[in-house]
């Protein structure tokens, strides 16, 4: 089973780059990296995803090494709005397993 | 992506009783799964709901306690059966167009489920 582990908390100011890390040891070959944002009283939101290398999309960028033992989930100039919980999942033909999450502070 | 309603959205119950949880998906979906989030905590998996066929469970999870239908590719409900105290938490249906993990999942708002 592939176990996520992430930093509980990270604290930023608006409008700097934010990059959050997950370590996933044993990871599959099948299996795919999956970030999510959750609010309070709110599902979780996607918001990237990625098998290898780098992907960006028109709010976040995620980079795997090439080994995939971990990955970063990197967000640009972040505003008070992205204080959020980031889960981290790693999903394929192993459980899916959410990490513990991190929660993201943004002051002013 | 999909647009997934949960009800009820929130539901105080007493113990000894069963809640049925539904969820349903404004478009066919491959996968649908139900999840369990105990306050200020990261979501447990309990089980994927197969259309027309048994629930996949989770370790830990078992039919007779958390009852799954799936009668078709838009809509699931969960019951939560015989209910305590330790079963108050959130319950939260995700869906994914994809069965290997390359489709991300799409979630509704939850349930949160109190029991007194």
Request: charge should be neutral; charged fraction near 15%; proline fraction near 5%.
């Amino acid at each position: 089973l592939a176990k996520t582990t992430q930093p509980i908390s990270m604290d930023s100011y608006e409008g700097q780059e934010v990059n959050i890390t997950c370590s996933h040891n044993n990871i599959a070959t099948n299996d795919y990296i999956t970030w999510y944002q959750q609010f309070p009283s709110q599902g979780p939101r996607f918001i990237i995803q990625g098998y290898k290398t780098k992907v960006t999309n028109e709010v976040a960028s995620l980079f795997i090494p090439a080994d995939r033992k971990s990955s970063t989930l990197s967000l640009p100039r972040v505003s008070l709005s992205d204080t959020a919980v980031y889960y981290c999942l790693v999903d394929g033909y192993s459980t899916l397993t959410f990490g513990k999450g991190t929660m993201l502070l943004v002051s002013p | 992506s999909a647009v997934i309603s949960q009800k009820p959205s929130r539901d105080i119950c007493q113990r000894g009783t069963s809640l049925t949880i539904q969820c349903q998906v404004d478009s066919q979906v491959t996968m649908m799964f139900w999840y369990r989030q105990q306050p200020g905590q990261s979501l447990t998996l309990i089980a994927t709901a197969n259309q027309g066929s048994e629930a996949t469970y989770e370790s830990g999870f078992v039919i007779d306690k958390f009852p799954i239908s799936r009668p078709n590719l838009t809509f699931s409900t969960l019951t939560v059966s015989n209910m305590s105290p330790e079963d108050s938490s959130i319950y939260l249906c995700s869906v994914s167009q994809g069965i290997l993990g390359n489709q991300p999942q799409h979630f509704g708002d939850g349930t949160r489920l109190s029991i007194l």
